[in-house]
T-cell receptor, first 112, second 110 residues
């Protein structure tokens, strides 16, 4: 059974810091992996999708890497801003059924 | 603009009432999903559909039902709401380019 662990569970940093959010999953036979952010009481906003044949994706200040063999993904946030405060979710897709596996995420607070 | 829409955004309703949560997407995705999320907790899949006239139950048992008569529309219905149904309900659709989630419906049953 696939399990997703995100470390740290919570993070509070001053504005401007570069951040690394870590994700590990127990079953490396994933189809894709998608990073989302969720603001309190809101839906999920897609940040980056890494397909199984790729090792990383970049969008603006965000960079996500994927190492399927070791069951790890990392989200790097450069020059953090208060608007980055949210819960970040690392979500593997299991096979072509597109089934998602959710962990508890990392709650990020960026202080002005 | 391609997007996924959920209505209502908030709903407070009395016990025993029948409710329908609406979800529509403009991206032409065949795959659509309903997730349930309690505050501060993980998302749990309650229903999914891989196309018109195709619906399946998810991992979390739910008293709700769904229908998929049109590609773009995937409503969720509770025949008789109970306080235990109080939660946030998130609709999503997907294709190879990724999942897209709606803003959610926060349901409170009093």
């Amino acid at each position: 059974k696939q399990e997703v662990t995100q470390i740290p569970a919570a993070l509070s940093v001053p504005e401007g810091e570069n951040l690394v959010l870590n994700c590990s999953f127990t079953d490396s036979a994933i189809y894709n992996l998608q990073w989302f952010r969720q603001d309190p009481g809101k839906g999920l906003t897609s940040l980056l999708l890494i397909q199984s044949s790729q090792r990383e994706q970049t969008s603006g200040r965000l960079n996500a890497s994927l190492d399927k063999s070791s069951g790890r993904s990392t989200l790097y946030i450069a020059a953090s801003q208060p608007g980055d405060s949210a819960t970040y979710l690392c979500v593997p897709w299991m096979d072509s059924s597109y089934k998602l596996i959710f962990g508890s995420g990392t709650r990020l607070l960026v202080r002005p | 603009e391609a997007d996924i829409y959920q209505t209502p955004r908030y709903l407070v309703i009395g016990t025993g009432k029948k409710i329908t949560l609406e979800c529509s997407q403009t991206m032409g995705h065949d795959k659509m999903y309903w997730y349930q999320q309690d505050p501060g907790m993980e998302l749990h899949l309650i229903h999914y559909s891989y196309g018109v006239n195709s619906t399946e139950k998810g991992d979390l048992s739910s008293e709700s039902t769904v229908s998929r008569i049109r590609t773009e529309h995937f409503p969720l219905t509770l025949e008789s709401a109970r306080p235990s149904h109080t939660s946030q309900y998130l609709c999503a659709s997907s294709d190879l380019s990724g999942y897209t989630f709606g803003s959610g419906t926060r349901l409170t049953v009093v």
